[in-house]
């Protein structure tokens, strides 16, 4: 049977953080600090609607821009349904980022705007705007243990109310992004800010057809 | 405490004109092309490769993009490159790392996690040290001093101690 031992070499001892210094110096590279040369800059057009559809795209003005490289339509226009505000609509790639937010403020897209919702109680409204495919609502999870209307039934005094929850989110300052570079035509390095880096490495794989042995995914802060 | 930086607007015809602009980042003469809506902080960190400052919220709020613009904090996500023009600018990557430097005080009172705030919270101490030379800070002077910084990992425990440990130690005490 193990045994406490009579002395612990590093339990109840002081640790400074090893990555401690070359976080507090300004030292430390994340994967925002990485560009290698000849980087491009993506920026996102995203929907400024809750609920729509996307009628017309029109990209010919932005391609014309100085410096864009490249703009990726991630919409079929006519059939496209926007769910919430923030969606991404295109992708546009230049050589700064001022260029890239031009062109994406550049790309024309005609919207037919949709009623929306807000909250839960709006939502479920008999006669609510329904962006999702069926119903705003899910199945309801719950769990039970013992008897909870029976106990209610022979309950003294009870209280009845409705208790709820925001959305709880961390809100990490550091941006969730990465760096690519391409490494010749076949393999790619990735700087990720993710807790998932096979995650990425299969998100390479998957979409831009390089061999999994061919990707390196690096996060290196933590 | 901040600095506040007058702005002013430009029109995308200026913007097309791209004068090249000469800064001194940490006593080093750099010259960079910016365009005049170009921020301090995009300046730093994509063209001049200073990397140490950071941007998160890229709209003055949350500190990570703190540098010292003579001498005095300043938010470098609001403040454009272009008013930098002969000025001093002074980021994280500059300061002493020696026992006596901030960036140690950091460090060896675990003022940090995952380190995204850690640079605005060193500049912004440094600065404020720089402005209260040979004084004993109080905590509340620290917080005060502080305030125009967050951390979403809570580590606002270990920054005031590492604060204050860099003040006694500037001080010689």
Redesign the interface.
Known sequence: MATWPESTRLIGTRI??L???A????????P??I?PEGML?GVMLTSPYANAVVKAIDIAAAKKL?GVKAILVLVTPGDAKLIYEGQEIAAVAAE???KAR?AARAIKVDYEVLPHVVTERQSMATDAPKPFPGANTRPARAVTLGKPEEAMQKADVTIEATYELPVIT??????HGLTAERKGKDSIVAYASTQSVLGVAKDMVDNLGVDASNVTVLTE?? | MYSMITTSVTTPELATRNPRAQLEVNGQEMSCTVEPRSTLLDTLRNRLDVTGPKRVCDRGSCGACTVILDGDPVYSCTTLAISCREKTIETVESFDTGENGVPHAFHQKDALMCGYCTPGFVTASKSFLDKHPGQSPTLEDVKRGLDGNICRCGTYIGVFEAALAAARSMKGT
């Open positions: 400074t953080r990555d401690g210094m976080k507090a110096s300004g030292r430390a590279k994340y925002s600090d560009h800059f100085p700064t980022e001022e031009d961390h809100v990490c300052l550091e941006p802060m933590r």
